[in-house]
């Protein structure tokens, strides 16, 4: 693995693009990574079956599960993503200066993303093809997701973790962009909230981390949800919302985790289905996603009895920055394990930052 920021490579151990059902197409999948040891080392070339240390007693989380960003759209933005922050990750911590975090495996999950439209979006400077299975004349079963089949691919590949040894509190899961939204519902409501009753509810992460998330979907098609820094962006917003979402804004409140009921997610809590500690990055030089969304959420989860929150500081620079380079992600996990570690209890306010 490589990172801008690290000048050498870093050999790891990966399983690669691991369907999370029968008959799955290109996105449906999850990839896992090891640091390279003598003892990983041997397992090349044989079949994934279970997480490195899932039989131990551990009393810390022990993996990363990420979700990646790409406006729920882009085919091109993949679990792949969090190399740079797997390098980091799995870098010798004396060599690079870095605080290591003790990870025995970081996941990364896939999902079919949505249609994109004609022409193709303005904002993005390097936009992949658009996609509409009639304008296209093609049909491409990866990209024709409409909410809640992206979660719905999210909750199955954390499904498949589990029965490689994934259980409550052995993980951090993060995301990024629209990932940090399809991380929050899938831990702050169970699966039948969307209609997905046919699924199981995923382990109970240790915490939830979002890095730069989407987190409010109407206030992002309003000039007050906006800001003036970010009002160019309204048209660009409602498009990819409605092709991932749907064209009736009147369901896209259910979606949104800055909307959701803080009582049932307390409930959650006090049930054992969802994390106690939620840690929220935003970066204030954010070309795409204004600091109005991390406002939201915030105000959301600090009417939730039984949650501790906490404003990272590690994010800067543009939307992308975090997963291109790597570095930051680390130090945000790496803040994550810290109040864990300070206090794996704590209930309370915001006011414990990172």
């Known amino acids: 693995m490589t990172s801008p920021r690290l000048d050498r490579r870093i050999?790891?151990?990966?399983?690669?693009?691991?369907?999370?059902?029968?008959?799955?197409?290109?996105?449906?999948?999850?990839?896992?990574?090891?640091?390279?040891?003598?003892?990983?080392?041997?397992?090349v070339g044989t079949p994934v079956t279970s997480l490195p240390g899932a039989d131990s007693p551990a009393?810390?989380?022990?993996?990363?599960?990420?979700?990646?960003?790409?406006?729920?759209?882009?085919?091109?933005?993949?679990?792949?993503?969090?190399?740079?922050?797997v390098a980091h990750a799995f870098s010798d911590g004396v060599l690079s200066g870095e605080e290591a975090t003790g990870l025995t495996a970081i996941a990364s999950l896939n999902y079919t993303v949505s249609q994109m439209d004609y022409p193709a979006p303005p904002v993005m400077t390097d936009p992949p093809v658009p996609y509409d299975a009639v304008k296209s004349n093609h049909t491409d079963p990866a990209r024709e997701a409409v909410h809640p089949q992206h979660l719905s691919d999210v909750l199955h590949g954390l499904a498949l973790?589990?029965?490689?040894?994934?259980?409550?509190?052995?993980?951090?899961?993060?995301?990024?962009?629209?990932?940090a939204c399809l991380a929050s519902q899938s831990v702050l409501q169970p699966p039948r909230h969307y209609g997905l009753d046919h699924l199981p509810g995923p382990p109970r992460p240790a915490a939830l981390l979002g890095l730069n998330g989407l987190y409010d979907l109407p206030a992002l098609v309003t000039a007050a949800g906006l800001g003036a820094s970010h009002a160019h962006l309204r048209d660009d917003y409602e498009a990819f919302l409605s092709r991932a979402f749907g064209a009736d804004k009147g369901t896209w409140p259910d979606?949104?985790?800055?909307?959701?009921?803080?009582?049932?997610?307390?409930?959650?809590?006090?049930?054992?289905?969802?994390?106690?500690?939620?840690?929220?990055?935003?970066?204030?030089?954010?070309?795409?996603?204004?600091?109005?969304?991390?406002?939201?959420m915030t105000a959301t989860l600090s009417e939730t009895a039984g949650l501790r929150i906490a404003h990272g500081h590690r994010l800067t620079g543009s939307h992308a920055a975090p997963w291109e380079e790597g570095l930051m992600i680390h130090q945000s996990v790496v803040d994550t394990l810290r109040m864990l570690r300070?206090?794996?209890?704590?209930?309370g306010g915001l006011g414990n930052r990172a």
């Open 161 to 179: 973790l589990g029965t490689l040894g994934l259980t409550d509190d052995s993980y951090i899961l993060s995301g990024h962009s629209c990932g």
């Open 255 to 296: 979606a949104s985790p800055a909307g959701f009921d803080p009582m049932a997610i307390a409930g959650r809590i006090r049930e054992g289905h969802s994390p106690r500690l939620v840690v929220l990055e935003q970066s204030a030089e954010d070309q795409l996603v204004p600091m109005t969304q991390r406002e939201r």
């Open 342 to 347: 300070k206090a794996p209890h704590a209930t």
């Open 11 to 43: 050999p790891v151990v990966a399983a690669k693009d691991i369907p999370y059902f029968l008959n799955a197409n290109r996105l449906q999948n999850l990839s896992v990574y090891l640091p390279w040891t003598p003892r990983t080392a041997a397992l």
């Open 59 to 85: 009393r810390r989380p022990q993996y990363l599960v990420h979700i990646h960003g790409g406006a729920w759209r882009d085919p091109r933005l993949t679990s792949a993503s969090i190399e740079p922050t």
